[in-house]
């Protein structure tokens, strides 16, 4: 796992922590990794409600949907030649052909044709 997402939920389980002891007797132990400060699971209208304030929090907007990150992590993923079929594996998709056609999406054209962009309208200034 990366060293990002192990230090985010170390921090996360910190922060459960305080709500468990602030829930008291009220608490529910679900076992859960994202809840409620209850310890209850979320519906999916709090954990859309909940993005969207990560979403604008990062400076992206609020149109994003967590749907969205499973794209990404497909096509992130593939950009960086890991096997169609350890993807699959890794979303739980029994085989490939879902995992290629509805979620992977080439990333590296539009990474191109954005740094070429880039690259014409930010003219490094000559010394």
Same mark, same amino acid.
């Given at each position: 796992?990366?060293?990002? /997402?192990? %230090?985010? *939920?170390? +921090?996360?389980?910190? %922060?459960?922590?305080? +709500?468990?002891? /602030?829930?008291? %007797? $009220?608490? %529910?132990?679900? !076992?859960?990794?994202?809840?409620?400060? !209850?310890?209850?699971?979320?519906?999916?209208?709090? &954990?859309?409600?909940?993005?969207?304030?990560?979403?604008? /929090?990062?400076?992206?907007?609020?149109?994003?949907?967590?749907? +969205?990150?499973? #794209? =990404?992590?497909? =096509?992130?993923?593939?950009? #960086?030649? &890991?096997? *169609?079929? +350890?993807? =699959?594996?890794?979303?739980? #998709? @029994?085989? $490939? $052909?879902?995992?290629?056609?509805?979620?992977?999406?080439?990333?590296?054209?539009? *990474?191109?044709?954005? /740094?070429?962009?880039?690259?014409? &309208?930010?003219?490094?200034? @000559?010394?």
């Amino acid at each position: 796992m990366p060293k990002r /997402a192990t %230090q985010a *939920l170390r +921090e996360l389980h910190r %922060q459960q922590a305080a +709500e468990r002891l /602030a829930a008291g %007797q $009220t608490w %529910q132990d679900n !076992d859960l990794v994202f809840c409620r400060e !209850d310890g209850s699971p979320m519906d999916r209208w709090q &954990v859309r409600r909940e993005f969207r304030k990560i979403a604008k /929090a990062a400076g992206i907007g609020e149109d994003w949907t967590p749907r +969205e990150l499973r #794209h =990404s992590f497909v =096509s992130l993923l593939s950009a #960086h030649d &890991v096997a *169609l079929e +350890e993807i =699959s594996r890794l979303v739980g #998709h @029994s085989g $490939t $052909t879902v995992t290629e056609t509805v979620y992977r999406h080439e990333i590296r054209p539009a *990474l191109t044709k954005g /740094a070429v962009a880039m690259n014409k &309208v930010f003219k490094p200034k @000559s010394a």
